[in-house]
């Protein structure tokens, strides 16, 4: 603490009659200050000094009134034995449709009770619910926000009408005790009178439990166990699971394919005529076609849905995990976080900027709590929240207006402010959770699906040309024919279908496959592992006892932590620097109990963070006056301070001017603890005679408030604090292996300058070079887009950066063709995490909003993780593209293959036949995905740059390698077809033989191709670490297994015969070297076959030119930038390399 020593008078603070002004209605004292601070209990003694008016009933007991020893905790359990009358939700009262309120110029007119709280067409179950004991029924609750109601409020008692009927305390919340409610509380009990006249109510003490189920985890303990009769009248807060899709829904699923649905209408029409030329005398194996492809159709179908079934539940756990996440709630008195499953009707939430609101309720009271309530109505405005019993009250005085709004909607978010909440409807019972039962949302495609999308698009055009083809050519020869065959009419309808079969089974196999990739590799990645960081404190300096005091109420007062337990130890719950700052006032100050720390004092006004001005205020009721306490960055609060303390060494302290030598030592001192990656808060504070002062600027919608910026000047500087948030384990490794993967880490912070530049040079992000830049955000937002490009490629760290700051710095990035990942925790990082093209938040520290506008949490905050989820991106990215390869290859021989030896067959047969290619398409399709996309990420895999966004999905190398293995395979294949019978003196009755040789060559070639695949690059070792990798072994011996078992007893079904030992060399050793031509393909240079395959592209973009346009979605994937004002100007070649001609999805190391 940066402090000088001369005499000065004592400021004390006067706690004896804050209750006394009674011309301040306004002021809430800070007994209710739980209501709208997150983090404060009521378990401590109240002042007996403070007006107890403000307090709720349920909060005093005339047995301790007055006499300093805590009220207890209350069970918020009404209870009248004599209570006998139904409440009105059991009354039948007959459904008609809502009538809209009718507001007038200065205050509202409200609809009668009946009216306000009448069920909706269809709802009337809602609003009848057996044995009910509380006052109001879920239907009636959801009057409340459908639309928003004041009526319904008014009709409902208001707060106080919803304490008692939902049996709760707005002071202490529910009870942990709570199980079975005993007795009822009737509607009129509820709403009857004015709850300020009212005598007390009383409610039966109960006694909190003293153990860690009144902590952090307390829901983990108690969960909502203990709310049977709140569970079973308003639900829990969880929306129904969807009905996961059974098995035959997945089967149906697959199978609804309009190329398998016409494939199994042939077959079952071959199989029909098969059977009437085995019954007519015919041959007795006709019939064995149409089981065998019906069988195979059967085998791809299941395998396909048992690997979508897998899939779906493990999407089904990664939804539950993700959806669930902790809140603020006070129960028994204590604030406590709970799992947002376990908010209950009736709970006192706790809410602050950055907060997803979890249920349905009315605002208790707060200070500056506005709501962004689009996603959940679609009004776009800020809506500012009034407190409930302000709304009442101008209700009962006949002045309310349309514009109080009380009401807090499920799936806002809160924007700025403090305050709590009575939860009212939670689950399906909530507005989100309507909207979300009548929604399915869908989750937009990343850019890895929309190539893959393209190109399963392009590659299906392309095989339905094909299959059409092929169909029309023999159909063509089946008519010229048609005349001189000799066949029976059954026969000839059979040569037909079998022309048909062979033309649909070849565009099988090219389409089939492929739409399947668009889901196969999409998943997200969550990260579990990592320790939690916890900042230390240091005191400068021997204190006097008012200094401290002074300093301690600063600290205490001016934070949104709060005391709890984790695991059963007290601890402070909130942001880090609240919770360091808190940790220094206990082991340095003499805090000794922080709920009645602040209970001594009444607030005024609360100013919240705002990231803009980086900094927050209170104002709270002084001896004298009203006092301003101020924290946030040091130097922005330096600027603003005229005088300092001095003499803080002593009982008695002086305020003297700040002259420009103090000045001076100050920010020495700031820089000094700046450098030593100490964040630096600054403190002040300033006396007021009155609040809102005369010269204040007061607030446009509460005219009892002060503008911030009009009371932020001329205030006394206390001192400075540095926090030293100590790098995690691993972070300096984590960035310099970022910077290894060619991934630039630049640091954005609202720390100051110094600050910034010391913990980025601690955690490797600055070089000690010093070559590259370090600016503060207001320079950077003043720069042009010209001189933004010519920094950004060396700027590393952006200091008192603002949100917008983020968000410029991002979008610029993009445009420059970048890949950006953003990571942050607070809900001012927002815009950057939404528009980056990987948003990274926090789980443990991350504000709901940034987790919402994040793709990807980490659960463990740790910046190491991202390391983690860079490898797997990347090695998802690697399996696709490697079962790319495979399957592009095997589509580009079948086909041509398929087709030139139908073609020229006399019988209109192809060598691979209907149950052959699906057995191949069962190999490529599933079996090779799951081979190849199970490869680990292995930190080799960091060894190489990122790939830039223009990089098309298969790149030059893999062209490489998909053109070369076809060749090779369509020249063994063709020789063994055309050539076989003479190489091996095979007289025309070996047929057969041959052709199954040719089908087992053409099989192995595809098992031994699928480990060239397993690299994209032109290194040699493909079987790296295939050792590891279980999956890939076991689904290649079973390709290997049923390729064995196929040759030796499918002779009928898959029209092949059994094969001697030398037919199986020959198909070995001809399939065999297909590895060794890879070696040869990865020699060749990639800039060689570029120049090459350019060419041909030319050529063919000569003479195909309607086709060369489908091509480009391969070639040039990407989305054209925006400078390119006609698509058509994009040529298909650039220009690179000392003028040399390249193509476009080349791109040399």
């Known amino acids: ?93 007959s459904a008609t449709s809502w009538t809209t309120t009718v507001y007038s110029k200065s205050s509202l007119e409200y609809e009668s009770a ?39 409020y008014k009709a409902l008692g208001g707060l106080r009408g919803l304490e008692k009927g939902l049996r709760t305390s707005l002071a202490a919340g529910l009870s942990l005790d709570e199980t079975h409610l005993e007795g009822q509380v009737t509607f009129d009990q509820a709403v009857a009178g004015s709850p300020r006249s009212e005598k007390p109510t009383e409610f039966e003490p109960i006694q909190p439990r003293r153990s860690s189920s009144s902590g952090l985890k307390s829901s983990h ?18 929306l129904p699971e969807r009905k996961p899709d059974s098995i035959f829904v997945l089967i149906w699923r697959a199978y609804n394919d309009k190329i398998l649905i016409l494939l199994t209408i042939a077959a079952v029409i071959s199989l029909a005529l098969g059977i009437y030329e085995t019954v007519s005398g015919g041959s007795s194996v006709d019939w064995v076609e149409g089981v065998a492809i019906c069988v195979a159709i059967i085998i791809v179908v299941t395998v396909g849905a048992a690997n979508d079934y897998q899939k779906e539940r493990q999407f089904v756990k990664l939804n539950k995990r993700k959806d669930d996440r902790e809140v603020k709630v006070i129960r028994s008195g204590k604030s406590i976080q709970i799992s947002i499953h376990d908010v209950t009707v009736g709970d006192v939430l706790h809410m602050e900027a950055g907060d997803a609101i979890p249920a349905d309720g009315i605002f208790i009271s707060g200070h500056g709590v506005k709501c962004d309530e689009s996603s959940a109505t679609g009004e776009s405005d800020q809506m500012e929240k009034t407190g409930g019993e302000e709304v009442w009250q101008r209700i009962q005085e006949g002045t309310a207006t349309a514009k109080l709004d009380p009401f807090i909607i499920s799936g806002s978010k809160v924007l700025e402010g403090v305050g709590t909440y009575l939860v009212t409807s939670v689950g399906q019972n909530s507005s989100f959770g309507k909207i979300m039962m009548s929604l399915q949302t869908t989750n937009e495609m990343t850019p890895l699906q929309v190539k893959l999308g393209k190109l399963a698009n392009w590659i299906g055009g392309l095989g339905s040309s094909a299959a059409g083809l092929l169909f029309l050519v023999l159909l063509i020869k089946f008519l010229a024919a048609l005349s001189s065959n000799p066949h ?40 579990a592992e990592g320790d939690v960081l916890e900042p230390t404190g240091k005191v400068f300096g021997k204190l006097g006892r008012n200094a401290k005091e002074l300093i301690r109420t600063s600290i205490t007062l001016n934070s949104t932590a709060f005391e709890g337990e984790e695991n059963g130890v007290a601890t402070f719950i909130g942001s880090k620097t609240e919770v360091a700052l808190l940790t220094l006032a206990k082991e340095q100050l003499g805090l000794e109990n922080l709920a009645i720390e602040r209970a001594n004092f009444r607030v005024k006004q609360i100013f919240p963070f705002d990231s803009r001005r980086k900094c927050m205020g209170i104002v709270v009721k002084a001896e004298s006056g009203f006092r301003l306490f101020v924290k946030g960055a040091s130097e922005i609060m330096l600027a603003q301070a005229t005088t300092a303390l001095t003499n803080l060494s002593k009982d008695q302290y002086d305020v003297e001017p700040l002259s420009t030598e103090d000045r001076r030592q100050i920010e020495a001192s700031i820089d000094d603890y700046a450098q030593q990656s100490l964040r630096t808060i600054g403190m002040l504070y300033k006396d007021f005679p009155a609040w809102p002062p005369a010269d204040a600027k007061p607030l446009e919608d509460n005219p009892k408030m002060a503008e911030f910026d009009s009371v932020f000047h001329a205030l006394t500087w206390v001192g400075v604090v540095g926090i030293h948030d100590p790098l995690r384990p691993g972070v300096v490794e984590a960035v310099a292996q970022c910077q290894h993967s060619g991934v630039i880490v630049r640091m954005v912070t609202g720390d100051n300058i110094t600050t910034a530049r010391a913990i980025a040079r601690d955690c490797g992000i600055l070089r000690k070079d010093d070559q590259e830049i370090v600016m503060e955000g207001p320079k950077f937002r003043q720069l042009s887009d010209a001189e933004m490009d010519a920094v950004l490629p060396k700027l590393r760290v952006l200091a008192r950066s603002s949100p917008e700051d983020k968000r410029i710095l991002v979008e610029r990035l993009k445009k420059l063709g970048e890949t950006v990942a953003v990571t942050g925790d607070g809900t001012n990082d927002g815009p950057a995490l939404k528009i980056a093209d990987v948003g990274f938040s926090m789980g443990i520290a991350g504000t709901e909003v940034a987790k919402e506008a994040s793709s990807i949490i980490l659960l463990d905050d740790n910046f190491s993780s991202t390391i983690t989820a860079l490898m797997w991106g990347r090695a998802v990215n690697d399996a696709v593209k490697k079962f790319l390869q495979f399957q592009i290859t095997v589509n580009i021989t079948a086909v041509v293959l398929t087709f030139v030896s139908a073609v020229s067959s006399e019988s209109n047969h192809s060598v691979l036949t209907a149950v052959q290619l699906l057995w191949v398409n069962l190999i490529m399709d599933t079996l090779a995905a799951l081979a190849l996309a199970t490869d680990p990420p292995t930190k080799k895999i960091l060894d190489r740059p990122p790939q830039p966004k223009s990089q098309p999905l298969i790149t030059i190398n893999m062209w490489k390698m998909i053109i070369g293995q076809s060749i090779y395979q369509l020249a063994v294949t063709f020789t063994l077809y055309f050539a076989g019978m003479r190489i091996f003196n095979y007289p025309p009755s070996r047929r057969l033989q041959l052709d199954t040789v040719v089908f087992n060559s053409f099989v192995w070639m595809q098992i031994f191709n699928e480990f060239n695949n397993r690299r994209l690059d032109n290194k040699f070792n493909i079987f790296e670490n295939i050792h590891k990798n279980f999956w890939f072994i076991g689904i290649n011996c079973i390709m290997v297994g049923g390729q064995i078992l196929i040759v030796f007893v499918g002779g009928k079904a898959f029209q092949i015969t059994k094969l001697d030992g030398s037919q199986w060399a020959i198909s070995i050793l001809t399939a065999l070297p297909c590895l060794l031509w890879a070696v040869l393909v990865r020699l060749f240079p990639d800039e060689w076959f570029a120049v090459v395959f350019n060419g041909s592209l030319r050529v063919f973009s000569a003479v195909f030119g309607p086709v060369w346009k489908a091509l480009r979605v391969v070639f040039h994937p990407v989305a054209q930038p925006e400078h390119v004002q006609d698509p058509r100007s994009k040529i298909q070649f650039r220009m690179q390399r000392k003028g040399s001609v390249r193509p476009v999805v080349y791109s040399p190391p």
């Not at 067409?121 to 009057?143: I, R, T, W, Y």
């Open 114 to 152: 009946e009216d306000a709280l009448r069920p909706d067409p269809g709802n009337e179950p809602d609003f009848q619910v057996a044995n009910n004991p509380f006052a109001f029924s879920p239907g009636q609750l959801n009057k409340l926000l459908n639309p928003k109601s004041l009526s319904a």
């Open 488 to 527: 029976t009419p059954a026969e000839k309808g059979q040569e037909f279908l079998d022309i048909l079969i062979v033309a649909i089974t070849n565009k099988m196999t090219v389409v089939k496959g492929t739409l399947g990739l668009t889901d196969r590799f999409a998943s997200d990645h969550l990260v």
């Open 1 to 93: 603490m940066e402090t000088r020593n001369t005499p000065a008078p004592q400021i004390t603070l006067d706690t004896s009659n804050l209750g006394d002004n009674e011309n301040e209605p306004t002021q809430t004292p800070l007994t209710e200050l739980p209501q709208h601070r997150p983090g404060l209990s009521l378990t401590t003694p109240p002042q007996t000094a403070v007006d107890d008016s403000y307090l709720s009933p349920t909060t005093r007991d005339p047995k301790h009134k007055g006499d300093g020893t805590s009220p207890g905790s209350r069970s918020g359990s009404w209870s009248d034995s004599g209570a006998t009358a139904r409440t009105r939700a059991d009354s039948g009262v």
């Open 221 to 238: 303990h108690h969960g909502n166990a203990h709310f049977e009769d709140r569970i079973r009248v308003y639900r829990d807060n969880r």
